[in-house]
Each structure stands twice: as structure tokens, then as C-alpha cells.
């Protein structure tokens, strides 16, 4: 699945159904958007992920430059 990620204003506009049989929310309505919501979470936490990857990286290389940068002033 790889629908639109969720934003903020979709979730507070969201809304479900009631059923005039039984009480509660149509459960179809509640399992879609709940698909949704888990797979916009999974794809945020996985840029997360990959961006604390990328920083991490970033520094190692940043860090490497400043040493030798002060042993070049030496």
C-alpha cells in the first residue's frame, strides 16, 4: 500500500459513520483510515530512520575534516 501520507488536518477532519442497527462507528470506515494512519507512521518512522542515518554519517565525515583541518594549522 502506498497511498498519500496523512497530514495532520486529515486526521482532524476525519469522521465515521454510525450504523442504525447497532451502536458504534461503521467498522470498514475505522479499519481503512486506521491502514492508512499505520502505513503514513511506518513510512515517517522509516525517513526517520534513514535521516538519523544519514546525520550520523554527516558528523563521522564533518568530525574527520576537523581533525585534519587542526593538525593542517599545526
Known amino acids: ?29 475505522v479499519d481503512e483510515f486506521m491502514d492508512k494512519a499505520k502505513d503514513t507512521i511506518r513510512r515517517l518512522a522509516s525517513q526517520v530512520q534513514a535521516l538519523q542515518t544519514d546525520i550520523a554519517k554527516y558528523k563521522a565525515i564533518t568530525g574527520q575534516y576537523t581533525i585534519r583541518h587542526e593538525w593542517s594549522w599545526k
Open 1 to 29: 500500500m502506498n497511498s498519500p501520507l496523512l497530514t495532520p488536518e486529515d486526521v482532524r477532519r476525519t469522521t465515521f459513520h454510525t450504523h442504525r442497527l447497532r451502536e458504534g462507528y461503521d467498522t470498514d470506515e
